[in-house]
């Protein structure tokens, strides 16, 4: 069994910033994917930001140019720095990671709570 542990999120005004941190309880070493999902309530999770063991990135358009997904290997853990934050920001934030050692399936934290004031 992986879990993992999200923090950073919490309440910040509108042009802030925050920084998530993902951490999992096991390496994170050639990990197939990792990253971020966001949910509001009544609508349906949706891709923030991932990483792959390369190095590659993928954003989704409304958070590229504010929002930047880095890992770090040592510490198996996931960040992302969200600058520029809007309202429309505001939702809960799930960390997601899939590795082919951990087996055929995705795990999920808890989530994390940011809010971003007009």
């Known amino acids: 069994q992986v879990q993992l542990v999200e923090s950073g999120g919490g309440l910040v005004q509108a042009g802030g910033s925050l920084r998530l941190s993902c951490a999992a309880s096991r390496s994170i070493l050639n990990i197939d994917h990792m990253g971020w999902y966001r949910q509001t309530p009544g609508k349906q999770r949706e891709l923030v930001a991932t990483?792959?063991?390369?190095?590659?990135?993928n954003y989704a358009d409304s958070v590229k140019g504010r929002f930047t997904i880095s890992g770090d290997n040592a510490k198996n853990t996931v960040y992302l720095q969200m600058n520029s934050l809007k309202p429309e920001d505001t939702a809960v934030y799930y960390c997601n990671a899939r590795r082919a050692a951990w087996g055929p399936r995705d795990y999920w934290g808890q989530g994390t709570q940011v809010t971003v004031s007009p």
């Open positions: 990483i792959t063991s390369g190095g590659s990135t």
